[in-house]
């Protein structure tokens, strides 16, 4: 299984962004995905997550992130609006299926100046 997320980039507070993770060589029986994100400085916090179509969020973004899927294009999406001072840094895909975790490189979020 092989995941690449994409959509990172400079964002204002208050501005939304758009992440995405293809996914290739999906073979789990459970759909189990997640995204991660690690601020500089800090160890890494589940942001969101999908089992089967139920969907979590990490308190601080409840509200304004939403996790989704695209299935016939094997992709995940991570819609964030209102984005605030905490959302810079590297978010990751992961796949929590079968013979997981695999994870992504990480798509990056810079600080904004």
């Known amino acids: 299984v092989q995941l690449m997320e994409s959509g990172g980039g400079l964002v204002q507070p208050g501005g939304s962004l758009r992440l995405s993770c293809v996914v290739w060589?999906?073979?789990?029986?459970?759909?189990?995905m997640r995204w991660y994100r690690q601020a500089p400085g800090k160890e890494r916090e589940l942001v969101a997550g999908?089992?089967?179509?139920?969907?979590t969020y990490a308190d601080a973004v409840k509200g304004r992130f939403t996790i989704s899927r695209d299935n016939a294009k094997n992709t995940v999406i991570l819609q964030m609006n209102d984005l605030k001072s905490e959302a810079p840094g590297v978010y990751f895909c992961?796949?929590?299926?079968?013979?997981?975790?695999?994870w992504g490189r990480g798509t990056q979020v810079p600080v904004s100046s």
């Open positions: 992961t796949d929590w299926g079968t013979g997981g975790p695999y």
């Open positions: 060589g999906f073979t789990s029986s459970e759909y189990f």
């Open positions: 999908d089992v089967e179509g139920r969907t």
